[in-house]
């Protein structure tokens, strides 16, 4: 059985950093997408990014605009991790931050993940 668990939330002042973590477990992850999604409340979960993971090596990071050049998404897929590094945060990026698994290459469209964590809250004070 699949299980991704996020970590890494919190409450963070406006200009700050925050890095989340997700913990792959069940399976081997190779030839797979990771990615982050987010959904603040009163809105449709988004893209936010992802990552392709082939057997020794992770490829094609992809990035929503609105984060682009702010935050960061890497792992390590001889640890079945990911992690999402967020740089000069934004009251608007307030929201809960989701990992997600899918087979296959990346794509932005949530209901292509086949996989999801319990998701973890991020608040953002101006």
């Known amino acids: 059985q699949v299980q991704l668990i996020e970590s890494g939330g919190g409450l963070v002042q406006a200009g700050g950093s925050q890095r989340l973590s997700c913990a792959a477990s069940?399976?081997?992850?190779?030839?797979?997408?990771m990615g982050w999604f987010r959904q603040a409340p009163g809105k449709e979960r988004e893209f936010v990014a992802s990552i392709t993971w082939f057997v020794g090596s992770i490829n094609s990071p992809y990035y929503a605009d609105s984060v682009k050049g702010r935050f960061t998404i890497s792992g390590d897929n001889t640890k079945n991790t990911l992690h999402l590094q967020m740089n000069s945060l934004k009251p608007e990026d307030t929201a809960i931050y989701y990992c997600a698994a899918r087979s296959g290459p990346t794509t932005r469209r949530d209901d292509a993940y086949e996989y999801w964590g319990q998701g973890t809250q991020v608040t953002v004070s101006s």
């Open positions: 069940g399976r081997t992850f190779n030839s797979d997408t």
